[in-house]
């Protein structure tokens, strides 16, 4: 059984950093792309950055510059690294991962729990 699991986040002042880490675990073929998402209240949720298995990045205009994505292939894991924090950062982190179950098989997408980000002075 695959599980994506987040962590990291918590309150910062605006201005501050945070890091969030999501870990991908269980049996599968290959791990594809893999990125976070937010949502903020009231607010749909969006794309803020992806990795591609080939190391490709894809950023929100919003946070370019501020956040970096990052991936380490040998845990399975991605991380974003995320400065110059803004109270509109403030929003449910969710890591989002596509994945092939086996070599003849289609891609499913998994999604963790959530991380709480709150940037507020």
């Known amino acids: 059984q695959v599980r994506v699991v987040e962590s990291g986040g918590g309150l910062v002042q605006p201005g501050g950093s945070l890091r969030l880490s999501c870990a991908v675990s269980?049996?599968?073929?290959?791990?594809?792309?893999i990125g976070w998402y937010r949502r903020a209240p009231g607010k749909e949720r969006e794309l803020v950055a992806t990795?591609?298995?080939?190391?490709?990045?894809n950023y929100a205009t919003s946070v370019k510059g501020r956040f970096t994505i990052s991936r380490d292939n040998a845990n399975n894991t991605v991380y974003l690294e995320m400065n110059s924090l803004k109270p509109e950062d403030t929003a449910v982190y969710y890591c989002h991962a596509r994945i092939k179950p086996k070599i003849n098989t289609v891609e499913n997408t998994y999604w963790g729990q959530g991380t709480q980000v709150t940037v507020s002075s």
């Open positions: 269980g049996r599968f073929f290959s791990l594809n792309v």
């Open positions: 990795v591609s298995g080939g190391d490709s990045t």
